[in-house]
């Protein structure tokens, strides 16, 4: 086995593992790290290819991971800015108790 292969497995499980606690969990913070764990398997992906890849010189794969990371922080901010509005409203962090948008 090719060590880019040994990183696309480990990539591989880490998303499966992160859609897994994404769509079975009912608190919005695991979704959260759920999410966040889909994330970083794609930021693993991406360094692995530049680093395999024809011109490891050029840092395009670690622009890529950067600019990942920021959106990555972004979204977490947002996110757990709306769980705590509606931990706020609904006293309750779980999925299915919430079950209308209105105000």
Do not use: C
């Not at 499980?13 to 994404?22: E, K, N, T, V």
């Not at 079975?24 to 290819?49: H, K, P, Q």
């Not at 920021?70 to 800015?81: K, Q």
Request: no cysteine; glycine share 10%; hydrophobic share 55%.
């Amino acid at each position: 086995m090719t060590p880019l292969q040994g990183y696309l497995i480990i990539s591989a499980l880490l998303f499966a593992i992160g859609l897994g606690g994404a769509l079975t969990r009912r608190n919005a913070i695991v979704v959260l790290i759920g999410i966040e764990l889909m994330l970083n398997a794609a930021n693993l992906n991406f360094i692995a290819f530049w680093r395999f890849g024809p011109n490891p010189q050029a840092l395009t794969g670690i622009m890529f991971v950067i600019f990942s990371i920021g959106v990555a922080a972004a979204e977490a901010a947002v996110g757990l800015a709306l769980i705590i509005s509606i931990y706020r409203h609904y006293k309750t962090a779980n999925i299915d108790q919430i079950n209308s948008m209105k105000g």
